[in-house]
Nanobody
Framework: QLQLVESGGGLVQPGGSLGLSCATS????????VVWFRQAPGKEREGISC????????HYADSVKGRFTVSRDNSKSTVYLQMNSLKPEDTATYYC??????????????????????WGQGTQVSVSS
């Protein structure tokens, strides 16, 4: 059973940056496709970025493209989400989720949350002046 733990959330001013981490319990992170989701108050959870297993191909939702960057360090069993040029509408609880695959994963289109069996508990990001 893969365990995921998000960290790095907090309060940041508009235009600022924040880096999130998703620490995992596996030594074989390379075999997992990892997706970042977020859920704002009163809104549905949305997928925002993905990094595929084996090839580390990335994909982003239009709402964050050009501002957010997803990466992975398999040696540290951790996936990262660097968020720049943050806006108030980025305020949400951010989750990482994962699925195992023996073949290169697919990130486009962004995986539906129902496809992902492993989830973290979330970390809160607030963007406000």
């Amino acid at each position: 059973q893969l365990q995921l733990v998000e960290s790095g959330g907090g309060l940041v001013q508009p235009g600022g940056s924040l880096g999130l981490s998703c620490a995992t319990s596996t030594r074989f992170l390379d075999y997992y496709t990892v997706v970042w989701f977020r859920q704002a108050p009163g809104k549905e959870r949305e997928g925002i970025s993905c990094i595929s297993s084996r090839t580390s191909v990335t994909h982003y939702a239009d709402s964050v493209k050009g501002r957010f960057t997803v990466s992975r360090d398999n040696s540290k069993s951790t996936v990262y989400l660097q968020m720049n040029s943050l806006k108030p509408e980025d305020t949400a609880t951010y989750y990482c989720a994962a699925e195992w695959s023996s073949s290169p994963g697919i990130c486009a289109p962004l995986p539906d949350e129902g496809r992902l069996p492993f989830w973290g508990q979330g970390t809160q990001v607030s963007v406000s002046s």
